[in-house]
Each structure stands twice: as C-alpha cells, then as structure tokens.
C-alpha cells in the first residue's frame, strides 16, 4: 500500500473538513459552505462511505489528500509529508526531499541539546532567568538554552554534518555563530519538532535584543505560532494569542497553558487555519502601546472566521504592561479578570479606528467630514477582507448600528448560479456509479450509449469496461473533469437498497424508451400524412404504438 492510500485509510474525510468547515448531516452527506467559493446556500457536500468531496455550486471535487491541497494551496508532495507527520507514519516511507528535512530537523535537536547543557554552567543566563523569574520546571518544558559566544557550537556540529548543512538550517552563516552569547528558545511547529530559534540578547553590546532563524525550509513565522505545539492539547475552549516568547512563556508557567505567540508577525491565514483545528475561539493579548494596538488593528482575517476577542488591561497603572509583566506586578487571577472581561474584536476595531481620526459616535455627523470618511473606508476595508458574504453583510449591519450611520452601504450578497438541471441520464450514470452490475439490464449497450451527450457517454462507456472496479478506483483512472462530474452525479441519488435501486433504474430506463417510442411514432405519423397509402409505415407505427402500450403497462 502506497503512503498516499495510508493516509487515505486512516483519516476520516468528515473529521478532517470539519477543522475547516462547518458540516451538517442531512440524509447520508453532509454539508455546508463551500470554501473555496461565496455562497450563501450550502452547496459543498461530503460524502462518508465513499469518503470524498463535491461543491455544486464552484465543481471543485475530491478525496480528503485533495481537500488538503487546495484549502492550504500545496503541492501533492508537500500535503503528503504533512498529512504522514501528523500520523505519525514512517519518515522512511517518504521521498527524498522530506529526509532531506529530517536531517535538518536532527541538527536543530542535537543545536537543542547543545544550548540546554550549556544553559546549566552559564552564570549570565541563569541570572537573566532567575530574574525574569522563570522557574527550572519551565526552563526545561520550553527546552530553553544558552548559546556560548564562541565556536563550540559549530566544533560541535561539524563533527556529524557539513557547514552547508548547518547554513542550510540557519543555525550558522558562513561559519559564524550567529546566535553566539544569547539566551535560546527552540521554536516548534505544530507537532513539536524543533524548526528554528530565537536568541535573546544578554550583553548591551549586541544591538539586537532578538534575532530568529532564517527563513528556511522548515521555518516560516507566517506558518508557527510559538508554543502552539503545547497549546493546543489545552485550547478547546479558546487559545489566547500573544506577542513575545515571554508572555506565552509566563501563562504557561501561571497554568494557562492554552497560550502562544506571533513572534512579532500579524496571524496568517495559515495561522487561522491552525487554530480551526483545535478551537474558534481566540484572544489577543498584545502590547497595549501603539505597536502593539497597530498589530491588533492588521489582524482583520480573523473576522468572519473566528470569534475573536481583545484583553486590554484597564487597571490604572497596568496599561502599558504585556501579559508577562502583568501577572508578574498584580497575579494571574487578576489577568484571569481581565479576560474574562475582553473586548469584541470588532468593537476593539470600530473604537480604536474612531480614536485614531480624533471621533466619538455621539458626534461622528458634527465631525469633519475627511476623518469621517478615513473611519468609515477603515472599517470598510476589515469588512471587506471577509469571504463570506452572509457573515459580512452581518458586520456591515452592526457597523451602521454602531455608528448610528447610513454611510456603510448595504453588502450585496453575490447572485448564486441557477441550480442545474438534471435529466433522467444523469440519474441513470448516478445509480451506475453505485452499483455498475446495473448494467446487466442494458441489453444493447453501444445503442444505449447514444442516449448521452459527450460528457456522459464518456463515463458510461468507460463503466461497460470496468465494471468489476470500485468507485475510488474507477474515478482515480479518469480526468479532473469526468472525475468531478462522477462526484457530483453520485450524490445526486439517495442510498437505496438493491431492490430500491434496481425498482428505480428499470424506471429509468423504461422512460427512455418510453420517450425514444413517442418521437418515433410523431415521425411516422408525420411520414403518413405525406404518404397515406404506405402499409409499411403504418405497420411500423402499429408495432411501436404496441411496444409503447407494453412498456406502460409494466
């Protein structure tokens, strides 16, 4: 069995669209909307005994590998290696690039080790630590580290791997110890493999207080969010979001173990995806400085798609503090007040947008009328940036309500394509593809076949030759465009037993006929009346009229 079927077998296409979409049962499918397409009418149904899916309204179609693909824009090699270490299969059984990674993945854990026993004889570090007041059992949990401002990690290193290797993974350039002198923090993705660092700097003379690991292969801040690996096992309720390592470290530390960290960057929509899978519900929890409020106000992907709140600290003396200084200087039960009284993201929004151009509601008409408009086209803008058009038509109702303004025209929600219509061909292909033995009951099958256009007789044709295989293996031998249109037509019918199934197939055929026996008996009679003395067309026409009388009565 290849990887690609493994992985096939082992997740349920059901439980794995769910991370993404939000499905209803109805009948033996389930459904919901598309995501790949606006719609306001669920369109996009998924299919649990043949496991795949189907979008009436955009056509997009496919096994659970494919949804992968395109809701986060992979190449099938990347989805594979994915999918595989999220179940944990055999790294062996992936191609060569992926091992490539996990060598790469083997320096950063060895660089990990390193900095941890490093950590232990370094008098400067320790300090720092002890004065941040981050406790041993926290130390070792996030594997912190010190890195020496010398060679020994590249001595180190170089004894299993190459300098291109160790350039590669960004833990040196060109030979130079890039982290040399700070304090380490092993960045892990979501399944907690180490994919870079960040060093902290604990002398004046090192101009940057943190730097992180290149870009590289395995790291990107636009796909990790600090401490997610750990927070996630606790985020089914919510998952707070902070800024900087400390901050995600100190909730841990205090028990709030549902925290993580943006490193600096605005959430992704590779982010807002991470965190569907494990919870919809997030708080931010940034810097309240301008910085930190600027970073907030970018964050408008997260409407429409989680229900996002913002934890400002309204204590007197508290609103320039971050959540580490915070629980340090009152306690954790009091950060625990503050969140449970956290703000709505988009009211967060609306005000520190109407604060920015120098507003208040009560007099926004009064104002002049250039900020009104820079308010009103801001929040436009983060509306805008919704992809559903329910859910924003929504928000575009809360901000007139709010601003007490008309200015914020209605959000046309997009005209939906006419439903198509199916003919007794495209139901007698559907029943077909569930069960090909139906075929039986054609008796002359290459004149049947010239009941179809094109498209349909293509499939019906390649079903008279392989009759004897499953549906995923018949569909996996066709093209993207056949292969779509066999999703689409097999749930068009109900799952029926075999006697239902057959009952409604013979129906089917019986009113083919039906229909090709009345055109032929309009042709006769049209041949008739211009020649009336012709027995042979009469007797022609007797005898399908008789046919005709037959196939009613059965």
């Not at 005994?49 to 955009?58: E, I, L, V």
């Not at 039960?333 to 009560?362: G, H, M, P, R």
């Not at 392989?466 to 999703?487: P, W």
């Not at 239902?500 to 006769?524: C, D, G, H, P, V």
Request: charged content about 30%; overall charge positive.
């Amino acid at each position: 069995m290849n990887l690609a079927q493994e992985i096939k077998n082992r997740l349920d296409i059901v439980d794995f669209i769910s991370r993404y979409v939000n499905l209803k049962k109805i009948g033996s499918n389930y459904v919901g909307l598309c995501p790949f397409h606006s719609e306001k009418t669920p369109s996009f149904t998924v299919n649990k005994q043949k496991q795949f899916f189907h979008c009436f309204g955009c056509g997009e179609s496919g096994d659970v590998i494919t949804f992968y693909m395109k809701i986060e824009n992979l190449e099938f090699k990347e989805a594979i290696k994915n999918l595989a270490l999220e179940l944990g299969l055999d790294a062996d059984t992936l191609d060569e690039s992926t091992k490539k990674e996990n060598i790469l993945l083997d320096i950063n854990k060895l660089a990990c080790e390193f900095f941890q026993n490093k950590l232990k004889n370094s008098n400067l570090a320790l300090k720092y630590l002890e004065k941040r007041q981050i406790t041993r059992k926290t130390q070792e949990l996030f594997q912190l580290g010190y890195n020496p401002d010398d060679n020994s990690l590249l001595d180190f290193l170089l004894k299993k791997y190459t300098i291109k290797q160790l350039n590669e993974v960004g833990i040196v350039s060109n030979s130079y110890n890039i982290f040399g002198g700070r304090l380490m923090f092993p960045i892990h993705d979501e399944y907690g493999r180490i994919v870079g660092f960040a060093g902290r700097a604990l002398h004046e003379n090192q101009k940057a207080k943190y730097i992180n690991t290149k870009e590289t292969v395995l790291f990107s801040k636009q796909k990790i969010l600090y401490g997610f690996d750990k927070a996630k096992a606790f985020a089914k309720d919510y998952l707070i979001v902070c800024e900087g390592y400390f901050d995600c470290i100190r909730l841990h530390q205090e028990g709030l173990q549902c925290a993580c960290a943006t490193m600096g960057t605005n959430l992704s929509d590779y982010h807002i995806r991470l965190i569907k899978k494990y919870t919809n519900k997030i708080y931010f929890n940034f810097d309240t400085d301008e910085a930190g409020i600027n970073a907030m106000l970018k964050n408008t992907k997260v409407l429409g798609q989680l229900d996002a709140y913002v934890i400002e600290f309204n204590l007197d003396d508290a609103k320039k503090e971050d959540p580490d200084s915070f629980v340090l200087k009152y306690s954790i039960d009091e950060y625990k007040k503050q969140l449970q009284n956290a703000k709505d993201y988009f009211s967060f929004l609306e005000e520190k947008i109407l604060t920015q151009y120098n507003l208040q509601n009560a007099r926004l008409l009064h104002s002049k009328p250039i900020f009104v408009a820079s308010a009103i086209n801001a929040i436009k803008t983060a509306i805008d940036s919704i992809n559903d058009p329910i859910t924003k038509s929504l928000y575009y109702s809360k901000a007139r309500k709010l601003l007490n303004l008309n200015l914020l025209q209605k959000n046309p929600i997009a005209q939906e394509k006419p439903k198509k219509k199916y003919t007794k061909n495209h139901y007698i292909i559907s029943y077909l593809l569930k069960d090909p033995f139906l075929l039986d009951w054609i008796e002359d099958k290459e004149e049947f076949a010239k009941n179809f256009d094109d498209d349909l007789r293509n499939i019906f044709l390649k079903l008279t030759e392989n009759n004897q295989i499953s549906f995923e293996e018949f569909v996996s031998n066709l093209d993207k465009q056949s292969a779509s249109l066999c999703y689409e037509l097999y749930l068009l019918t109900n799952e029926e037993t075999i006697s239902q199934k057959r009952t409604n197939f013979l129906m089917l055929i019986n009113a083919i006929e039906i229909e090709k026996l009345k055109k032929k008996m309009q042709y006769y009679l049209k041949e008739i009346a211009k020649n009336p003395e012709n027995e042979e067309l009469k007797e022609l026409y007797r005898q399908t009229k008789n046919k005709l009388q037959r196939l009613k009565n059965e």
